[in-house]
């Protein structure tokens, strides 16, 4: 596995294919590492992490040694970002419960609002060093 954290996400969400690439722009040190749920990587940091291979209703954010999911996910990607992104360390204020059921309801609804692609992403040659084989 790469050194430094490692997003997974699901490669065929139209929805989750904008935040990787948002988030691609926003991490200027290029510190984060991406892959998608379906790729045989993938599943492998999902098995390593006693994680379903075969569910894609979560980002995984792997990070010294910890899975975080959904919301937490979320949490702890924007304090990696760094700057006006660290205040989303606020959300844990919330309880995990809560924030979980508002990121699960967008979950099932993201391939309703944003639709999916048939394949995984392919990034550009430039990002392309940044995602795990």
């Not at 989303?88 to 204020?93: D, E, M, P």
Request: hydrophobic share 40%.
């Amino acid at each position: 596995m790469r050194n430094g954290p490692v997003l997974l996400f699901d490669g065929v969400c139209n929805f989750c294919n904008s935040i990787v690439n948002f988030l691609i722009k926003q991490d200027k040190k290029g510190t984060i590492s991406y892959g998608s749920l379906q790729s045989e990587a993938g599943k492998q940091i999902l098995q390593h992490f006693l994680l379903p291979a075969d569910s894609f209703e979560s980002v995984v954010y792997i990070k010294d040694g910890e899975a975080y999911q959904k919301s937490d996910a979320a949490i702890v990607i924007a304090r990696d970002l760094g700057g006006v992104w660290k205040l989303a360390v606020l959300a844990k204020f919330i309880p995990r419960r809560a924030r979980d059921a508002l990121y699960e309801w967008v979950a099932r609804n993201r391939y309703k609002w944003f639709g999916k692609k048939d394949q995984c992403m392919i990034p550009s040659p430039e990002v392309r060093r940044r995602f795990i084989d």
